[in-house]
């Protein structure tokens, strides 16, 4: 029994930053109407630039907060450079350019950072033991971080004017125009927001795990999952999504195996399209 | 230099396979298929695994194509009901999987080591060069036969009715036709082709791993098709031309170039396919001579 508390513990952990990729995708996916792949790779490149800020600074903070201004910063440049420009077009366009964005995006880190695999300089710490179920106070500290980043989100989204307007254009863009909101403001907010949030996700897989260009792009699978498996478009389902999609994946890898984790992810996408296309939370007319 | 010409004729035409299979469902039917790597990896381990028993090439090409079709099914069965992008989601989903289960199952394709001394087509018959020519005939009778096959398509009720399901799903709907279940058909149709030349391609190179069936493969061809004209066997083959300048002329930069290691140079390909995709999209939709609202 302890040891599928312990694996469930972790796959809550994993699954809260699943739940945070998957939120910057459906955001995207909300406002600007297509499946953003680049999401992935701004992930790993908040990931690097945390790394170079921590190494230059000295502290992990200050890297931290680094990362995620790069990250948001080069999402909102992916947006004024093409997304915007695509807008008016159908989103396979969008879809197609932001797997040539992600390309460009890993290109980049894998000249600049190289392929070797990097890690946070982190001071060793030795597991809690709690009624013999271990648990580690990095994963705690990524948990809280997590945590944060969700309710700071829900709270730009849902008590701030912007994110007030980020909804209404979600729910209704042409309503929300008549209605006097200027849809530049909303999508610079937007992949800002998205941006941000993406970085985030990318230090704490990075602190979790190892930093490499192509660890973004391999979780770009579980993060489409949960957004599709919690309603796409809609933010606390990506999350809700996320966690089971974490702990799915933590408790069945003593069955599956250590490779077949992302593959499970496939397989509750196929199950999810397969039985409740909308997702948890979703409107029927998102799905078809 | 024969040699290399004509071992450069016979990955083109490789591609030029994988090219028409999306073009067709892509181009024709506008079916995002972002998974298009992972048939071409069914077909590919198909044909080398029964060669390996001894079968024929003929029934283990016909057994490649049909178990990529096979894969294809079930996968447009769930996901070309929905929305298009789900399914470039799913097939996306799709060839990673079919990484990982090449990866895993080593007792069935030796993982990451890899299928070694898969033989030639008429290694009997001929070597050396007369065996590549050989090989490139029968390449290039099959293209001819798949393009051959594309022109019937456009020209019948089913070439006409998948263009319209592209153009106007909801009018295809509204004329009592169900579009899912042309869709599957084409996706199959496709899927068939990239299993032919994943088998044309295990033969060929002689050795299949795993990192050979990369997402970059799959929008390779897609950089191909966009840059050629969506919608055009024209497009499909101008395109692929391209793609192999492309690919061969990065291979000479590097021997000129000796400083830029091979990592590197995986990664300016990379960068450089990534840029190809947004520029033309963004400037050239249409690709260098197609027109995506004429045929």
Same mark, same amino acid.
Request: charged share 10%.
């Given at each position: 029994?302890?040891?599928?508390? $312990? ?5 809550? &952990? ?39 800020? !921590? ?63 990097? &890690? ?77 949030? !993406? ?10 795990? &190892?930093?490499?260009? $192509? ?34 994946? $933590? &408790? !069945? ?36 | ?50 060669? =390996? ?29 929905? @929305? =298009? ?13 079919? @990484? ?41 009778? /099959? ?26 799903? =909801? ?76 690919? =061969?002329?990065? @291979?000479?930069? @590097? ?7 091979? /990592? ?32």
């Amino acid at each position: 029994m302890i040891p599928f508390i $312990e694996l469930a513990l972790n796959g809550i &952990v994993s699954g809260l930053v699943i739940g945070l990729a998957a939120l910057s995708i459906t955001l995207v996916f909300g406002v600007a109407r297509f499946p953003n792949a680049a999401t992935g790779d701004v992930m790993s490149l908040g990931a690097f630039a945390a790394l170079a800020g !921590a190494s230059a600074s000295g502290t992990l903070l200050i890297g931290g907060v680094f990362g995620i201004a790069v990250a948001a910063f080069v999402s909102l440049a992916c947006y004024f450079l093409v997304f915007q420009k695509l807008s008016s077009r159908p989103p396979v366009a969008s879809l197609l350019a932001s797997i040539g964005v992600a390309f460009v995006i890993r290109a980049v880190m894998g000249v600049v950072f190289g392929h070797q695999q990097k &890690v946070f300089d982190l001071p060793l710490a030795r597991p809690w033991r709690v009624l013999d179920i271990r648990f580690h106070p990095t994963d705690l500290k990524i948990s809280l971080a997590a945590l944060a980043t969700l309710v700071a989100v829900f709270l730009i989204l849902h008590a701030t004017p912007i994110g007030r307007r980020m909804r209404a254009v979600a729910d209704d863009p042409s309503l929300a125009r008549v209605s006097g909101i200027s849809p530049r403001r909303i999508m610079v907010a937007l992949w800002l927001l998205s941006g941000a949030v !993406a970085g985030i996700a990318g230090i704490l897989v990075g602190i979790k795990t &190892v930093v490499t260009p $192509e660890m973004g792009w391999d979780l770009l699978l579980p993060a489409f999952a949960a957004a599709i498996f919690g309603g796409i478009g809609h933010p606390v389902g990506a999350v809700v999504a996320g966690v089971i999609l974490g702990i799915v994946q $933590e &408790v !069945a890898t003593p069955f599956v195996g250590f490779t077949y984790k992302i593959a499970l992810s496939f397989a509750v996408l196929l199950a999810v399209l397969l039985i409740r296309p909308k997702g948890l939370f979703g409107t029927v007319a998102g799905a078809r | 230099m024969e040699a290399y010409l004509v071992a450069i004729a016979i990955v083109a035409a490789i591609y030029v396979l994988l090219a028409l299979g999306l073009n067709l469902q892509y181009g024709l039917t506008g079916i995002i298929n972002f998974g298009h790597v992972g048939f071409f990896c069914v077909g590919a381990y198909t044909a080398a695994l029964l060669a =390996e028993k001894g079968w024929p090439p003929l029934l283990s090409f016909s057994a490649a194509a049909a178990l990529a079709m096979l894969a294809a099914w079930p996968m447009g069965l769930i996901s070309l009901k929905l @929305r =298009e992008d789900y399914f470039a989601i799913v097939s996306l989903g799709f060839s990673e999987v079919v @990484r990982l289960v090449v990866t895993s199952e080593k007792w069935l394709t030796s993982g990451v080591q890899g299928i070694t001394g898969i033989p030639k087509l008429f290694g009997g018959l001929a070597t050396g060069l007369p065996n590549s020519l050989a090989v490139l005939a029968v390449l290039v009778a /099959v293209n001819l036969l798949a393009i051959a096959a594309m022109r019937r398509i456009v020209t019948s009720p089913f070439g006409r009715t998948i263009e319209a399901i592209r153009d106007n799903e =909801e009018a295809v709907k509204a004329l009592g036709k169900d579009p899912a279940a042309f869709k599957i058909q084409v996706l199959m149709l496709g899927a068939a082709l990239a299993g032919v030349a994943g088998a044309f391609y295990a033969h060929y190179i002689g050795y299949i791993s795993p990192d050979q069936f990369i997402p970059l493969v799959t929008f390779q061809i897609w950089m191909a098709i966009i840059m050629g004209g969506v919608g055009r066997i024209s497009g499909a083959l101008a395109g692929t031309f391209i793609l192999m300048l492309f690919l =061969e002329g990065s @291979r000479f930069l @590097r021997d000129i170039m000796p400083f830029i290691s091979e /990592v590197e140079m995986a990664s300016v390909r990379l960068g450089v396919v990534g840029l190809a995709l947004v520029l033309f999209t963004l400037y050239r939709p249409t690709g260098l001579m197609g027109d995506f609202t004429r045929k």
